[in-house]
């Protein structure tokens, strides 16, 4: 990942989104590999759990974009994989001009997808 800069932000998010973040998050990379794990585990493409505003388990939470005026939701993160404190966020839909707050690399968001994915079966189990 690459430190963001203004310039890389897309026109829609600078004005009117609330995607921020340190970190540029690389869309071709991980996109796919985030909306496999949304169909694999029950989301909908947007993030949506059963029909509920955003998920959380002791692992992860997933929000979907917050359209809303409440400013205090529409900064909270996207995404946060709890055992790292790792957040991303996006503009409108996942991976979408997103944003996370540490520099990882492929493999270990694969790493933190496949680990989320293991909560979920133990959500399920449990």
Not at 24 to 30: A, G, S
Not at 33 to 50: C, T, V
Not at 73 to 82: D, E, G, H, S
Request: proline share 3%.
């Amino acid at each position: 990942m690459k430190k963001a800069t203004i310039e890389d932000m897309e026109l829609g998010n600078l004005i009117f989104g609330n995607s921020r973040g340190e970190y540029v998050v690389p869309r071709d990379e991980h996109q796919d590999l985030f909306q496999e794990f949304l169909e694999n585990n029950g989301f909908d493409a947007y993030g949506h759990y059963k029909n509920k505003e955003y998920f959380e388990n002791k692992t992860f939470i997933i929000r979907p974009y917050y359209w809303g005026e409440d400013e205090a939701i529409a900064q909270l993160p996207n995404f946060v994989y709890k055992l790292m404190n790792f957040e991303i966020n996006w503009y409108k839909y996942p991976m979408r001009d997103a944003y996370s707050n540490q520099d990882i690399n492929i493999e270990t968001f694969k790493s933190i997808l496949n680990d989320c994915e293991d909560s979920m079966k133990e959500n399920f189990n449990g």
